[in-house]
């Protein structure tokens, strides 16, 4: 099903005078911004109101003038590894002209029926090679084995996304579009049951989470972890280098964001080392208040680990294993040891194993390439 926005793009020069970054607020100032924001809405016809004017403001803030969901994608796909229990392939295809999407394709072996779906944005990191690292790979090929199929892609200027430098002015425009652009193509593959696509991604990957969730309605279930956070915005231009916390009246936060979830299901992760600290006591309550408009709060859940720091570690995985499995209705129960689901199964493979632009599969002649060239193609879209 195809969905067409037109909206306004915001002038470039109003950037900076229209961005709420970084920690924004105190935690104190957070807590009265979301009692003043609560008063908006009090049912769910007046919170439905809101949250179309917070995905509008998204959209608009981050100068996306025309947008069509359900575009076909003709992926170049190489490269199949035959693991225990899944299987992992190199992709790439074309998000926009000139633009290309970068990732690894994790499927179950063995699939008799459409299988759920998941997404797996990731999060910053120095050397630039997060889709690669073990931890991302132990997600992926845990919910692969499980039952899911699981797309694990670049943000701009990492991995095999070397088209532009990661900060450029309009990077978080182009990671909402590649985002949407992974909703298509996993909506198109033949295993895909397209009622049934997640999201989970964590610091930069959970913005990317908590965002495509928030504009794109065929997201079932989302797992932002480690990011949701009242007064901090998030610190890189990829999240909030656009206006787009202000381009509704008023202003909106991530949490409000994140709350457009709703009713669908939705689960936090946050810890005790970073921004996402007050979580149980105020981003929490707030999103679950929510969710009672529609009757629907066993869908909310939040975990919260008070005394692990920024990551997507072990039991941050543990939780959301359980979470997308209860709520895609995959399998779960028999992966478990000693009450865990078991990671011992994975094969970690290497970057050149998982890399999509070889000798065989250049990088396409037509891709847009340098900081400038970027950022002027991008704004045309």
Known sequence: MKYLLLLLVLPTFLYGQNLRQRDFFTPEEAEQEH???????SSKGEWESRSFEIRQGILKGAGISNLEFGQPVKPTVHGKKILNGYTVENVFFESIPGVYVSGNLYKPIGLTEKAPAVLCPHGHGREK?????????????????????????????????????HKIENVFKIQLLNSIRVVDYLSQLDEVDDNRIAVTGESGGGT??????????????????????????????????????TSCSPATTN??????????????????????????????????????YFGAESNFENAHFPD??????????????????????????????DGKVSEQQNTVLTEKDLGVFTSRYPRPKNAVMGDENMVSHIDKY
């Open 35 to 41: 009692n003043q924001l609560a008063k908006l809405f």
């Open 208 to 245: 990317q989470t908590f965002m495509l969730a928030a504009v794109d309605d065929r997201i079932a279930v989302s797992v932002p972890t480690v990011m949701v956070s009242g007064y901090f915005f998030g610190g890189c231009q990829c999240e909030s280098g656009m206006p787009v916390h």
């Open 308 to 337: 692990e720091k920024h990551d997507y570690g072990a039991s941050k995985r543990q939780a959301a294993y359980r979470f997308l499995a209860k709520h895609l209705d995959f399998k779960f129960e028999e992966f478990l040891e």
């Open 255 to 292: 949490v409000e964001i994140a709350a457009c979830m709703a009713p669908k299901p939705m689960l936090i992760i946050s810890d005790g080392g970073d921004w996402t600290r007050f979580v149980p006591e105020m981003e929490a309550p707030f999103i679950r208040n929510i969710y009672t």
């Open 129 to 165: 090679n997060n889709r690669f690292m073990e931890y991302t790979q132990q997600r992926c090929a845990t919910l692969a084995r499980m039952g899911a199929v699981v797309f694990a892609y670049d943000m701009l200027g990492y991995g095999d996304f070397k088209q532009a430098e």
